[in-house]
């Protein structure tokens, strides 16, 4: 059964129930996000909340955030994510499908995301769907 893609338009129990399961397996660091926090994404017009559901359960989201710049609109794609249960059923690549369309239809000039070297799979998947690897160094000051 292929996954169902949508975008979160309220903030529920079950969504932050889902986020409580799926951050841990995306981040050791990072707790979940809060009821608020979940809206405050839902609510943004600048970012798109997208679900991947199997059987009606929420296996997997991603984050689409878009922001203008003097160059033109740019999108990022952000906490990829999709259940162990889930895997390899096509539901990482149902997602990123799902936001690049949407940044298209939203007007971005290209979409970046980052992987970890360790994530062989995604970084595969990624590659095979059109993402080229940038000759840049990324930095982050941390507070």
Excluded: W
Aim: charge should be neutral; charged fraction near 25%; proline fraction near 5%.
């Amino acid at each position: 059964m292929a996954a169902e893609i949508e975008h979160a338009t309220a903030v529920d129990d079950e969504l932050v129930d889902a986020f409580a399961r799926l951050i841990p397996q995306l981040s050791s660091s990072s707790p979940p996000p809060t009821h608020d926090a979940l809206a405050a994404i839902v609510e943004s017009p600048d970012a798109v909340l997208f679900l991947a559901r199997l059987d009606g359960r929420i296996v997997g989201s991603l984050t689409l955030v878009l922001y203008r710049i003097p160059t033109g609109l740019k999108a990022v794609i952000e906490d990829v994510v999709v259940d162990t249960s889930a895997a390899r059923q096509g539901i990482g690549e149902a997602l990123s499908r799902a936001a690049l369309d949407e940044a298209r239809r939203r007007g971005a000039k290209d979409v970046s995301l980052s992987s970890r070297p360790s994530r062989e799979a995604a970084n595969r998947l990624y590659q095979r769907i059109g993402f080229h690897r940038r000759d840049t160094n990324v930095y982050r000051y941390t507070f």
